[in-house]
């Protein structure tokens, strides 16, 4: 299974930035889709999920400015950030599991993109 991430960049706070993840391999639908980001000294955190089912979760930091979406048909998760915030500074990562959300159970993990917001 590959994960490949794309759309981060550098934005000014209040902006917005729209990531995507491909995902090849496997059946996309099989699996629950997070997105993650690691600040520098910081533990990689979930910041939205979204299971088989369709149903999502969010970090409290990001909920009403994040959404999580997938397009089973595309293979594809996406994150929708909007009124962006400095304290958002992270590089992002996509992870597939059969399992849960949880950032350290077993998954395939896309190679990350940085995401800065500048105040």
């Known amino acids: 299974v590959q994960l490949q991430a794309s759309g981060g960049g550098l934005v000014q706070a209040g902006g917005s930035l729209r990531l995507s993840c491909v995902v090849s391999g496997n059946i996309f639908s099989n699996y629950h889709m997070g997105w993650y980001r690691q600040a520098p000294g910081k533990q990689r955190e979930l910041v939205a999920g979204i299971f088989r089912s369709g149903s999502d979760k969010y970090a409290d930091s990001v909920k009403g400015r994040f959404t999580i979406t997938r397009d089973n048909a595309k293979s594809t998760v996406y994150l929708e950030m909007n009124s962006l915030k400095p304290e958002d500074t992270a590089v992002y990562y996509c992870?597939?599991?059969?399992?849960?959300?949880?950032?350290?159970?077993?998954?395939?993990w896309g190679q990350g993109t940085q995401v800065t917001v500048s105040s």
């Open positions: 992870k597939a599991s059969q399992y849960d959300l949880l950032p350290y159970s077993y998954g395939y």
